[in-house]
């Protein structure tokens, strides 16, 4: 450790060192931005946000190794080679941006894997581009201490994966921050690793970069990675906002009540004028409420168990009493959702009045339960009455039948038979009626018979 301190406060620029640092923190910022964007965005556009991811990356490291090699002053001559550097460059760009791809907020594995893959690409990087190092002497290297900056950049590395998650800003800026760590001490290990022994008889290779010379190409590639990468999100950002906007206003203009709540215990985070006006009350008395303030007492032992579950969906399965602010109820039928809302998951929340068309269901079937029992009075006293109607029709047609055979003059017998016929008549109507009377008052049940 404090050979690394002393490599780093005898043998590099100090005011170096914290530019190459805050480009390094810049990079992994923009890096780790864009890798969530990459994670937001469709199947088609994710890859794109990848690669620039890696571009970043790749690009904040490199430009860290150099703006660092610069700051190192070894006081011999030192140039370096334009192939390596470039190569170099190549290098960290692909192998960062595979990294990225590999790994994935989801899978811990994956994770392991794209923090492994990372610290390759910083390691790879900054071997050939110690391979582009040229100084007038010899280079020696401690092989502890450059498998303790490998092992220490892998660590970091694959902690930083683990960390990001989208979202949240706290752990994005953490996952930033380790890599930033993971870049900076693999590096600064490794020259602290490197001893030069001066030897002027080194020949220095042509077309090599002179400090000054390397100095101008970092700038330049650092600025552009930087302007880029600024651009390029806030571009994003702006896009971003603006879509936001939009549905903050769809949220607020929605004729239907709606409101967000917590998971853990349903407090009321935001809330629409609809829902507000629709249980009597202002949006800022609203939004100081819970879900347990609008319904009713009886529903808290099944509002209970929705919370005691971690539910993160509702379908609106059954109907919900609520309370409104005067004490009058609402019959309401819930959707619900969970969002992303600022970083963290809250329950999205739609409530569909169903109290007047309840009411006019209850109302009708009441009103069909009356006609149905009118019905069937009338039907039960016309059965009743059966017998009452059919005793005295049944002694008209016995008297006629006794007065057609009792020697009566002709044009008497035809009279009674007058008589006998309309009866006859009267009681097959009687009978119809009465039998339908009875079927409509369940007294019979009708069998198809051939």
């Known amino acids: 450790m404090l050979r690394v301190v002393a490599c780093i406060t005898e043998s590099h620029d100090l005011r170096l060192v914290v530019v190459a640092a805050v480009i390094c923190l810049t990079a992994t910022l923009a890096a780790v931005r864009l890798y969530e964007r990459a994670n ?214 929605n004729p239907v009540p709606m409101w967000l709540m917590e998971l853990d215990d349903l407090k009321i985070i935001s809330a629409n004028e609809s829902a507000a006006r629709a249980y009597g009350y202002s949006v800022e008395e609203f939004e100081r409420l819970s879900a347990f303030d609008l319904i009713h007492p009886g529903e808290h032992e099944a509002l209970n168990a929705f919370v005691a579950a971690r539910e993160t969906a509702y379908d609106g399965e059954r109907y919900w009493r609520h309370v409104r602010a005067d004490g009058g109820e609402l019959l309401m039928q819930p959707i619900a959702q969970s969002v992303d809302w600022g970083g963290r998951k809250v329950l999205l929340s739609a409530f569909f009045d169903v109290t007047v068309r309840e009411h006019a269901a209850e109302a009708l079937l009441r009103a069909k339960d009356a006609a149905e029992a009118a019905s069937r009075a009338k039907s039960e006293f016309l059965a009743n009455m059966s017998h009452e109607i059919r005793t005295p029709l049944n002694g008209v047609l016995g008297v006629a039948s006794a007065l057609q055979h009792s020697g009566l003059e002709p044009a008497q017998k035809e009279m009674v038979s007058i008589i006998q016929s309309s009866a006859t008549v009267l009681q097959r109507m009687l009978t119809d009626v009465l039998d339908t009377a009875r079927i409509e008052s369940e007294g019979f049940c009708i069998a198809e018979a051939p």
């Open 40 to 253: 937001e965005a469709s199947r088609n556009g994710r890859v794109g946000w990848l690669l620039l991811s890696g571009l970043a990356a790749g690009t904040g490291i490199w430009s860290t190794h150099f703006i660092a090699m610069l700051a190192y002053e070894p006081a011999i001559p030192v140039a370096y080679d334009l192939s390596g550097t470039v190569t170099s460059l190549i290098i960290g760009v692909t192998v960062t941006a595979i990294a990225f791809i590999v790994s994935a907020p989801s899978s811990r594995l994956r994770q392991i894997a794209g923090g492994a893959v990372f610290a390759a690409g910083i390691g790879s990087m900054h071997w050939r581009g110690m391979q582009a190092f040229h100084p007038q002497g010899r280079l020696h290297y401690d092989p502890v201490m450059v498998g303790a900056s490998l092992v220490l950049g892998l660590a970091l590395a694959i902690l930083a994966m683990i960390v990001f998650r989208p979202k949240h800003r706290s752990r994005q800026l953490a996952a930033a921050g380790l890599l930033t760590l993971a870049i900076c001490s693999l590096h600064f290990i490794a020259m602290a690793a490197a001893t030069i022994t001066p030897d002027p008889t080194v020949a220095m290779p042509d077309a090599l970069l002179d400090r000054s010379q390397m100095a101008i190409g970092v700038a330049m590639l650092a600025a552009t990675l930087l302007v880029g990468a600024g651009a390029l999100l806030a571009q994003d950002l702006r896009g971003r906002r603006a879509s936001a906007q939009q549905m903050r206003l769809l949220f607020a203009a």
